[in-house]
């Protein structure tokens, strides 16, 4: 038995290196080598070096306030709870199938009493009879002659490497969400500040031109002007109020816990809240993106679960052999020559099955046809989005840098109409003109500033910043 043993091992350790699993050939990248060119677009972008990925998100954001929400839902948030749980659950499945290639040792022990009737006994009288049996052995071992238990290990093994890179996706898409929940809150805080201010304005105004109304110098027509421009203020005074309410909440929501309360004092808007995002070359894209290494971790598992169904089409061997001690009394298992073996090798080999393991196949490499498509998307998704992000930057700088210029402009005309009005040269009409637009530009300038920072952010995301990696990633750690 031991020769026939080391003779099966040997030819396990020989055939072991047979795979049918097909070579791995990466698809080429849809996109092009270089991003876009043109007036929405800064100069010389592509060839910044350094990559988005290697800034950590706490170099990025500078706004103190920031990095401790940031920090509190990569703690607290669902969402990434979830994800990193998938993870040690796929983990768990790659060790279960990676199992399978070697035996699995079990002692058994056993114990039968029987008694036949005199009917029945050769002898015709009543007999009773026992054995009893323990034994170490291996059970049903499959010996992977073919590859096909190490085709399956390695798509578990991809599966797992996809599922990782998903939890990194996650956690860069929240540190961007929460990114911009802070911001949208910090935004629609100076909106109602700046709504607080003008009201205040406004109401002012309205006091002077009613005690003008009284003395009969100013018309009704002024006075309605002056009460409609409050009303308005206050409509918006109460939609602010609630944005910031509502920002607020759908912060907390992406925190999965409540705001400190020794939360550090936010950086106003206008400061240099964020660190310049460098862009890089398209190709590092299948290098930084977490969705492109996942989809890419998905190729590779359709592409081993190929090996495995090729596999399929070849003889299964396995192997059930064990030694133990055999006895018709309890008192005399260990006894001398009560040694037992068992050798019992088997074979299957398919002949008919009614084209099920052709189906199999043929469903196997459409499944890497599927992922090939996926694979290609994602890479065209990353480069759409990382080619927004940088006409985005050009364009949102044209656009605020003509903003403030606009706020300026108009503050100088509210000036001047205020000056006209208050010494009786324009009537009451041109200073609320005056007003409302300067209100609106300064409204304008706030949603202009924040859209700039949103991209910016989203540019950072999209380069696959956001993630600090932990450890190694091994399914065995």
Same mark, same amino acid.
């Given at each position: 038995?031991?020769?026939?043993?080391?003779? $099966?091992? +040997?030819?396990?350790?020989?055939?072991?290196?047979?795979?049918? +699993?097909?070579?791995?050939?990466?698809?080429?990248?849809?996109?092009?080598?270089?991003w876009p060119?043109?007036?929405?677009?800064?100069?010389?972008?592509?060839?910044?070096?350094?990559?988005?990925?290697?800034?950590?998100?706490?170099?990025?954001?500078?706004?103190? *306030?920031?990095?401790?929400?940031?920090?509190?839902?990569? *703690?607290?948030?669902?969402?990434?709870?979830?994800?990193?749980?998938?993870?040690?659950a796929?983990?768990?499945?790659?060790?279960?199938?990676?199992?399978?290639?070697?035996?699995?040792v079990?002692?058994?022990?056993? #114990?039968?009493?029987?008694?036949?009737?005199?009917s $029945?006994?050769?002898?015709?009288?009543a007999?009773?009879?026992?054995?009893?049996?323990a034994?170490?052995?291996?059970?049903?071992?499959e010996?992977?002659?073919f590859?096909? $238990?190490?085709?399956?290990?390695?798509? /578990?093994?991809?599966?797992?490497?996809?599922?990782?890179?998903?939890?990194?996706?996650?956690q860069?898409?929240?540190? *961007? #969400?929460?990114?911009?929940? =802070?911001?949208?809150?910090?935004?629609?805080? #100076?909106?109602?500040q700046?709504?607080?201010?003008?009201?205040?304005? =406004?109401?002012e105004? !309205?006091?002077?031109?009613?005690?003008?109304?009284?003395?009969?110098?100013?018309? #009704?027509?002024?006075?309605?002007?002056?009460?409609?421009?409050?009303?308005?203020?206050?409509?918006?005074?109460?939609?602010?109020?609630?944005?910031?309410?509502?920002?607020?909440?759908?912060?907390?929501?992406?925190l &999965?816990?409540?705001?400190?309360?020794?939360?550090?004092?936010?950086?106003?808007?206008?400061?240099?809240?964020?660190?310049? @995002?460098?862009?890089?070359?398209?190709?590092? $894209?299948?290098?930084?993106?977490?969705?492109?290494?996942?989809?890419?971790?998905?190729l590779?598992?359709?592409?081993?679960? +190929? &090996?495995?169904?090729?596999?399929?089409f070849?003889?299964?061997?396995?192997l059930?052999?064990?030694a133990?001690?055999?006895?018709?009394?309890?008192?005399?298992?260990?006894d001398a020559?009560?040694?037992?073996?068992?050798?019992?090798?088997?074979?299957?080999?398919?002949i008919?099955?009614?084209?099920?393991?052709?189906?199999?196949?043929?469903?196997?490499?459409?499944?890497?046809?599927?992922? @090939?498509?996926? !694979?290609?998307?994602?890479?065209?998704?990353?480069?759409?989005?990382?080619?927004?992000?940088?006409?985005?930057?050009?364009? !949102?700088?044209?656009?605020?840098?003509?903003?403030?210029?606009?706020?300026?402009?108009?503050e100088?005309?509210?000036?001047f109409?205020?000056?006209?009005?208050?010494t009786?040269v324009?009537?009451?009409?041109?200073?609320?003109?005056?007003?409302?637009q300067l209100?609106? /530009?300064?409204?304008?300038?706030? &949603?202009?500033?924040?859209?700039?920072?949103?991209?910016?952010?989203?540019?950072?995301?999209?380069?696959?910043?956001?993630?600090?990696?932990? &450890?190694?990633?091994?399914?065995?750690?």
């Amino acid at each position: 038995m031991r020769h026939s043993l080391l003779s $099966l091992a +040997i030819a396990a350790t020989l055939l072991g290196g047979c795979s049918m +699993i097909p070579d791995y050939q990466r698809p080429e990248a849809p996109v092009a080598t270089n991003w876009p060119e043109g007036e929405a677009y800064s100069q010389g972008a592509a060839q910044v070096d350094t990559a988005a990925a290697e800034l950590d998100w706490r170099e990025f954001f500078h706004d103190p *306030a920031l990095r401790q929400v940031v920090e509190l839902a990569l *703690a607290n948030n669902r969402d990434l709870r979830v994800a990193a749980l998938n993870v040690e659950a796929y983990r768990s499945l790659y060790r279960i199938q990676r199992a399978d290639l070697f035996p699995s040792v079990s002692a058994d022990g056993g #114990a039968t009493r029987q008694r036949l009737p005199g009917s $029945l006994s050769s002898s015709g009288e009543a007999t009773t009879s026992g054995q009893y049996s323990a034994t170490l052995g291996v059970n049903a071992w499959e010996l992977d002659f073919f590859g096909r $238990l190490r085709s399956l290990s390695q798509e /578990a093994l991809e599966q797992y490497f996809a599922t990782e890179q998903a939890r990194r996706s996650t956690q860069i898409s929240l540190v *961007a #969400a929460v990114a911009t929940a =802070y911001l949208d809150w910090q935004a629609d805080q #100076a909106l109602l500040q700046l709504t607080r201010d003008t009201l205040k304005t =406004y109401e002012e105004s !309205y006091a002077l031109t009613q005690r003008s109304f009284d003395v009969g110098v100013a018309d #009704a027509l002024s006075l309605s002007q002056a009460r409609t421009a409050v009303e308005s203020a206050q409509v918006s005074l109460a939609q602010y109020s609630r944005l910031v309410a509502q920002d607020r909440n759908a912060l907390i929501q992406l925190l &999965g816990t409540g705001l400190p309360e020794n939360l550090p004092r936010g950086m106003h808007l206008d400061d240099d809240l964020l660190a310049e @995002v460098p862009a890089g070359l398209p190709s590092d $894209l299948l290098q930084r993106r977490p969705d492109v290494l996942q989809a890419e971790h998905q190729l590779k598992a359709a592409n081993a679960n +190929i &090996g495995a169904a090729r596999a399929a089409f070849f003889p299964s061997v396995s192997l059930t052999a064990n030694a133990g001690s055999l006895s018709d009394e309890l008192s005399g298992l260990f006894d001398a020559g009560s040694g037992s073996w068992l050798f019992q090798p088997s074979i299957s080999l398919p002949i008919f099955n009614a084209g099920r393991l052709k189906a199999n196949l043929e469903y196997s490499e459409l499944q890497k046809d599927i992922q @090939v498509a996926n !694979y290609e998307k994602a890479i065209q998704v990353a480069f759409q989005e990382v080619a927004d992000g940088l006409a985005a930057r050009t364009t !949102y700088q044209q656009q605020l840098d003509a903003q403030r210029a606009l706020v300026k402009t108009t503050e100088e005309y509210y000036g001047f109409a205020e000056r006209r009005y208050r010494t009786g040269v324009d009537s009451y009409l041109t200073l609320l003109d005056a007003q409302r637009q300067l209100f609106s /530009a300064r409204q304008q300038l706030i &949603g202009d500033r924040l859209n700039q920072l949103a991209s910016e952010v989203n540019l950072y995301k999209a380069l696959g910043g956001g993630w600090k990696e932990q &450890g190694d990633g091994s399914p065995d750690a």
